[in-house]
Nanobody, 120 residues
Framework: QVQVVESGGGLVQAGGSLRLSCAAS????????MAWYRQAPGKQRELVAI???????NYADSVKGRFTISRGNAKNKVYLQMNSLKAEDTAVYYC??????????????WGQGTQVTVSS
């Protein structure tokens, strides 16, 4: 069983910064990738940023140059540094992990989300 928990959300003013943290725990053999998604009210959940075990990253066009995704050395933690925040960044941010356990080769795991609100 794998659990994914996010933290670090809150209320910030436009132009400000915020750092989100996520940790995956459980009987994990390895984690192939971790990512951040977000979902605004009435909209589809969208990929914000993703990072692989090898350090390869990819970002949504809307956040390129402003957000940075990184992983801890243990590879079970992921961070999202958000700079130059805009009102349109307001959403619930979800942490994602693709993990391999002893019971199954690989599955998707999701956190419960952390609210980020940017005031203009």
């Amino acid at each position: 069983q794998v659990q994914v928990v996010e933290s670090g959300g809150g209320l910030v003013q436009a132009g400000g910064s915020l750092r989100l943290s996520c940790a995956a725990s459980g009987s994990i053999v390895s984690i192939n990738a971790m990512a951040w998604y977000r979902q605004a009210p009435g909209k589809q959940r969208e990929l914000v940023a993703i990072i692989t075990g090898g350090g390869s990253t990819n970002y949504a066009d809307s956040v390129k140059g402003r957000f940075t995704i990184s992983r801890g050395n243990a590879k079970n933690k992921v961070y999202l540094q958000m700079n130059s925040l805009k009102a349109e960044d307001t959403a619930v941010y979800y942490c994602y992990a693709h993990a391999i356990t002893a019971a199954i080769s690989g599955r998707d795991y999701w956190g419960q989300g952390t609210q980020v609100t940017v005031s203009s």
